[in-house]
């Protein structure tokens, strides 16, 4: 079956033209020669990253989690590997009150089984104590191990939000990788599937088609209240912790320590 084209005159302010199938086609091949160009380039970034020089560290640094104080190549298990997250963290606020940034990373890696069947192990470290951690952990469900390297020194503590690569070579640990900002992006599958969508992640910062209605600011639906409004406000949550049970309504974020 085949559509007729409309009248460009006709149609809403901000709607994209429509068109025959055979058209349309037509377009979407010329976008896929400038997708494969950008999938190569980042196959050329990529290859560049793994020739970064290392920085050594003591690996035998402690850090903190459900079983103690463990040394830092620990964390490897049995690999050479090992990614971490590295989660932002607001001492003394109750679980509404942790990062939505970090919480919108660490949710999409729920389950590193698949870095596993390649030999790579995963941690999420945060600067916040370990009884915090451990009570938000439990909280949010999540299976991968959670370290506390409050006052432990870079690059295994340092600033947090970002993805950070290490190498193990027997006793010798190495900092391969760190990346933050919209560096961490090719993580957070839901990024990548909104970039896909007609209405991309409707936020205000995007090039969309003349006439579309403005988008909000970056990151605004990362955040809800108990009846599902998108809100950064003291009503709300991290739009994960509303599958959690137990979670209700709130009234405050409980911000009002230090945030690292």
Wanted: proline share 8%; aromatic share 10%; net charge negative.
């Amino acid at each position: 079956m085949t559509t007729t084209p409309h009248d460009p005159a006709t149609q809403p302010p901000g709607r994209r033209p429509i068109a025959d199938l055979t058209t349309w086609q037509a377009a979407r091949d010329e976008l896929l020669v400038r997708e494969k160009a950008h999938t190569r380039a980042g196959d050329a970034i990529a290859a560049a990253r793994r020739r970064l020089p290392m920085v050594e560290f003591d690996g035998t640094v402690e850090v903190v989690g459900a079983d103690g104080a463990v040394p830092f190549l620990d964390l490897f298990q049995s690999g050479d590997e090992l990614v971490v997250y590295k989660h932002m963290w607001h001492d003394g606020a109750p679980h509404q009150g942790q990062c939505e940034g970090c919480t919108y990373a660490a949710w999409h890696l729920k389950d590193a089984v698949y870095l596993n069947a390649r030999g790579v192990s995963f941690a999420v470290l945060t600067t916040g104590r370990w009884d915090e951690v451990a009570s938000y952990v439990e909280f949010m469900g999540y299976t991968q191990p959670w370290y506390s390297v409050r006052d432990v020194e870079p690059p295994v503590g340092g600033s947090m939000g970002s993805f950070t690569c290490f190498l193990r070579d027997g006793d010798r640990a190495f900092l391969t990788y760190s990346t933050t900002g919209r560096g961490t992006e090719p993580a957070n599958g839901s990024f990548g599937l909104l970039d896909m969508t007609p209405f991309g992640r409707g936020e205000a910062w995007e090039d969309n088609p003349e006439g579309r209605p403005e988008g909000r600011h970056a990151c605004w639906y990362w955040r809800s209240d108990a009846d599902g409004t998108a809100t950064w406000g003291p009503t709300s949550r991290p739009v994960p912790q509303w599958t959690r049970p137990g979670a209700t309504p709130v009234e405050t974020l409980g911000r009002h320590g230090h945030h690292h």
